[in-house]
């Protein structure tokens, strides 16, 4: 079974600095995809950014980008100018392939993120 | 991104009573949803997979007499809690996944606060 796990319960950056969220992962698969959620204190779930594992390229989307390795099963997340609606909790997420277990997303524990002004 | 609605954002309701919450996919089918269970500062937990036109696929430990959920259409999948407890109070989250634009992405609701006194 995959799992996935998530080292760091609580982060804190300062306003316009970087911080970076680690997320490994546990598997045996050879295709799947790996997503950084955000949950606000709106507790409405958005999705941040998309890996998907047969790509080399690391994902970026704006000011976030990730860290991919995949043969150390690594996947974390940089905030590059961190903004203070960034503040929230980080979900890492992996999904197998669609037609394995139909598209279920296992989280980690998730980290929440401070972000001081 | 696609927009999940979820309704109510929020639920009070006596023991012993049942709950409906709905969630619907507003810009895409979705022939599957999924429905989660989360915690105060903890991650989502899967409690099912609802798949349109067909039986809901439930978790290990999600007692299915108790979370009925049912998908009769490509937009709109509904969970009911029947004779709910206080332990059921819990915040409830669903997502539709999205197959239409070729990333195959679970796409979140608001959530659904229930209170059972």
């Known amino acids: 079974a995959q799992t996935v796990t998530q080292s760091q319960p609580e982060m804190s950056v300062q306003e316009a600095e970087t911080v970076t969220l680690s997320c490994t992962y546990d598997t045996s698969e050879s295709d799947y995809y790996l997503f950084w959620y955000k949950q606000p204190p709106s507790r409405q779930m958005i999705l941040v950014i998309r890996q998907e594992a047969y790509k080399q390229q690391n994902a970026t989307e704006n000011r976030f980008s990730v860290n991919f390795q995949k043969a150390a099963k690594s996947f974390s997340l940089k905030i590059s100018d961190s903004q203070l609606g960034d503040a929230a909790m980080y979900f890492c997420a992996y999904r197998s392939p669609i037609y394995n277990q139909g598209g279920k997303l296992i989280f980690g524990q998730g980290t929440e993120l401070s972000v001081k002004p | 991104g696609a927009v999940v609605s979820q309704h109510p954002s929020w639920v009070i309701c006596k023991s012993g009573t049942s709950v409906k919450i709905e969630c619907r996919s507003l810009d895409f089918q979705a022939t599957t949803m999924f429905w989660y269970r989360q915690f105060p500062k903890q991650s989502l937990m899967l409690m099912a997979t609802?798949?349109?036109?067909?039986?809901?696929?439930?978790e290990q430990g999600v007692e299915k007499d108790k979370f009925l959920i049912n998908h009769a259409s490509l937009t709109l999948s509904t969970l009911t809690v029947t004779s709910a407890h206080p332990e059921d109070s819990s915040f409830y989250i669903c997502?539709?996944?999205?197959?239409?634009?070729?990333?195959?992405?679970?796409?979140f609701g608001p959530g659904t606060r229930l209170t059972v006194l």
């Open positions: 997502s539709a996944l999205d197959r239409g634009r070729g990333t195959d992405t679970q796409y």
């Open positions: 609802s798949n349109e036109g067909s039986k809901a696929t439930y």
